[in-house]
T-cell receptor, first 115, second 114 residues
Framework: GAVVSQHPSWVICKSGTSVKIECRSL??????MFWYRQFPKQSLMLMAT?????????EQGVEKDKFLINHASLTLSTLTVTSAHPEDSSFYIC???????????FGPGTRLLVL | GENVEQHPSTLSVQEGDSAVIKCTYS??????FPWYKQELGKGPQLIID?????GEKKDQRIAVTLNKTAKHFSLHITETQPEDSAVYFC?????????????FGTGTRLKVLA
């Protein structure tokens, strides 16, 4: 149980284009979903927290107009990186928590490379 | 703000030996402490967690201890195997503004030598 999927697993795009990443909780309803970014050999950095049907809460320093988050249902959240630039290249990981609200289950991650 | 320190950053052990990873947190209101294992190119996997009302928890070869007074918690892996090689992250969290946000440690790269 508690499986979280992400799609795509990797994406390469040109600078200036937008990229959408999907995060799904497959076998539970996710009251809250989280989006993290991880650079090579570094820890996970929280970008934003979202609850179903509400606007996402962004961490300090994260541009909400650049990283658009939509949490349309209890099983799906999307992260759109708008006008991507090479410095946005990173490993993006989502997590979800359900009834056991303190526990986050992570997706497999999406590797983004912006050329 | 909340800070979580994790040591060591790298750890090499012989197969069959034990490995210990330590974390220290700063926010005394933290009350939930999960540990995650991350293999190369994958997302973190929850391996064990502990709540602040418990001092120790064990699951087969993995155990976690918590010292609330000292704000320390540690991961213990016994009888290590090559497949235990990965990066391990600790985290501290508490209920805040309707959610549990995690503050992660910096990670420990564990290598189990066959």
């Amino acid at each position: 149980g508690a499986v979280v999927s992400q799609h795509p697993s990797w994406v390469i795009c040109k600078s200036g284009t937008s990229v959408k990443i999907e995060c799904r909780s497959l076998d539970f309803q996710a009251t809250t979903m989280f989006w993290y970014r991880q650079f090579p050999k570094q820890s996970l950095m929280l970008m934003a927290t979202s609850n179903e049907g509400s606007k996402a809460t962004y961490e300090q320093g994260v541009e909400k107009d650049k990283f658009l988050i939509n949490h349309a249902s209890l099983t799906l959240s999307t992260l759109t990186v708008t006008s991507a630039h090479p410095e946005d290249s990173s490993f993006y990981i989502c997590s979800a928590s359900g009834l056991a609200r303190e526990t986050q289950y992570f997706g497999p991650g999406t590797r983004l490379l912006v050329l | 703000g909340e800070n979580v320190e994790q040591h060591p950053s790298t750890l090499s052990v012989q197969e069959g030996d034990s490995a210990v990873i330590k974390c220290t947190y700063s926010d005394s209101a933290s009350n939930y402490f999960p540990w995650y294992k991350q293999e190369l190119g994958k997302g973190p996997q929850l391996i064990i967690d502990i709540r602040s009302n418990v001092g120790e928890k064990k699951d087969q070869r993995i155990a976690v201890t918590l010292n609330k007074t000292a704000k320390h918690f540690s991961l213990h892996i016994t009888e290590t195997q090559p497949e235990d090689s990965a990066v391990y992250f600790c985290a501290a969290s508490r209920w805040d503004s309707g959610t549990y946000k995690y503050i992660f440690g910096t990670g420990t790269r564990l290598k189990v030598l066959a």
